[in-house]
C-alpha cells in the first residue's frame, strides 16, 4: 500500500475528515486510481472499523465519525468513478430500508449504477415501504433497488416486497436487493429478482436485470 493509503486509512479510523480529503486528494495526484482507493483502503478501513466495534474497542460515535471521514473520500471519488453515459439504461430508485440508517454501501451503489449508466432516484435511508410503492406508482422506475445493513431490518425488505405485491405494483418493476446480512439465497427465497454483494456486481446485475 502507498503511503498516502496508509495516512487515508489511518484517517477513517480515526474519523479525521480533513486529512482523508487531503490524502484522497494528494494519491489521485500521484496517478493512483479511484477505484484502488476505495477497494484497497476506503473499504477495508470501514471493515476494520466494524470489527473495532465487534471487539467493543470502538463505540457508535467512532463508527459515526469514521464514517464521515470516509464520505469526505467518497465525494472525492465519486466524479472519478462515475464517468457519465449519453443514453440512459433506465432507471433506479435506491434506499436503504426502514429503521436503517447505514447508507455509506447504498450511496457506492448508487455511483456504480450512474456510471453504468442508469439515471438515479436516491431515496435516502430509513425508506418505509409506502415510499417504494409511492415511487413505483409515480416516477416509472425500473428497478428497485433495497439495501440493508443489520440483520433486524433485512425483514422490512420483505415486508416491503409484501405490501408492494398487496398494492398491486409488485409487477411493475424489477427488485434488486443488497446488503452485508443478506445472501443471494435469501433474495430469492423473498422473491427478489436480482442480488449483489458489492457495488461493482450491483451494477452489473441491474444492467442483466434490464434484459430479463
Ligand atoms: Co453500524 N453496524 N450500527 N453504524 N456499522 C454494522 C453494519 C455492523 C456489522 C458492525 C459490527 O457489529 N461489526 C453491525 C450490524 C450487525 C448486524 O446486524 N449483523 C452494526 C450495528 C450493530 C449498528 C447499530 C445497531 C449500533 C448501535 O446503535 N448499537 C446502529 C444501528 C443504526 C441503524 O441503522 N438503525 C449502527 C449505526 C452505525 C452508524 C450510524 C454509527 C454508522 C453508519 C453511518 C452511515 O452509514 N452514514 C455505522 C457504520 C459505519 C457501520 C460499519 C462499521 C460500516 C458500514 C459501512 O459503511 N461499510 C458496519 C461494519 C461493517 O460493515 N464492517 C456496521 C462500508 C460499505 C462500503 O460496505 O455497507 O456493506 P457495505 O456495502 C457494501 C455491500 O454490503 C453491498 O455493496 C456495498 C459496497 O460494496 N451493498 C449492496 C450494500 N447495499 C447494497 C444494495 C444492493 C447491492 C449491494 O442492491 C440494492
Not at 38 to 63: H, Q, S
Not at 79 to 93: F, W, Y
Not at 157 to 166: C, S
Amino acid at each position: 500500500m502507498a503511503h498516502s493509503q496508509e495516512l487515508i486509512y489511518k484517517a477513517i479510523l480515526d474519523g479525521e475528515e480533513e486529512v482523508v480529503t487531503e490524502h484522497v486528494n494528494l494519491a489521485i495526484q500521484q496517478g493512483i486510481s479511484a477505484s484502488r482507493l476505495l477497494n484497497e483502503t476506503l473499504i477495508p478501513a470501514m471493515t476494520e472499523v466494524g470489527d473495532l466495534f465487534e471487539k467493543g474497542e470502538y463505540f457508535v460515535p467512532e463508527m459515526l465519525i469514521a464514517a464521515r471521514a470516509m464520505k469526505a473520500g467518497l465525494f472525492i471519488l465519486k466524479p472519478l468513478l462515475v464517468e457519465a453515459k449519453a443514453d440512459s439504461l433506465g432507471k433506479v430508485a435506491i434506499g436503504t430500508v426502514k429503521g436503517d440508517l447505514h447508507d455509506i454501501g447504498k450511496n457506492l451503489v448508487a455511483i456504480m449504477l450512474e456510471g453504468a449508466g442508469f439515471e438515479v432516484l436516491d431515496l435516502g435511508i430509513d425508506v418505509p415501504a409506502e415510499k417504494f410503492i409511492q415511487v413505483v406508482q409515480e416516477d416509472h422506475v425500473d428497478i428497485i433497488a433495497m439495501s440493508a445493513l443489520l440483520t433486524t431490518t433485512m425483514a422490512n425488505i420483505e415486508i416491503t416486497l409484501r405490501m408492494m405485491q398487496e398494492q398491486g405494483v409488485r409487477d411493475r418493476v424489477k427488485i434488486m436487493v443488497g446488503g452485508a446480512p443478506l445472501t443471494r439465497d435469501y433474495a430469492e427465497s423473498i422473491g427478489a429478482d436480482g442480488f449483489a454483494a458489492d457495488a461493482s456486481q450491483a451494477a452489473k446485475e441491474a444492467v442483466s436485470l434490464m434484459s430479463r
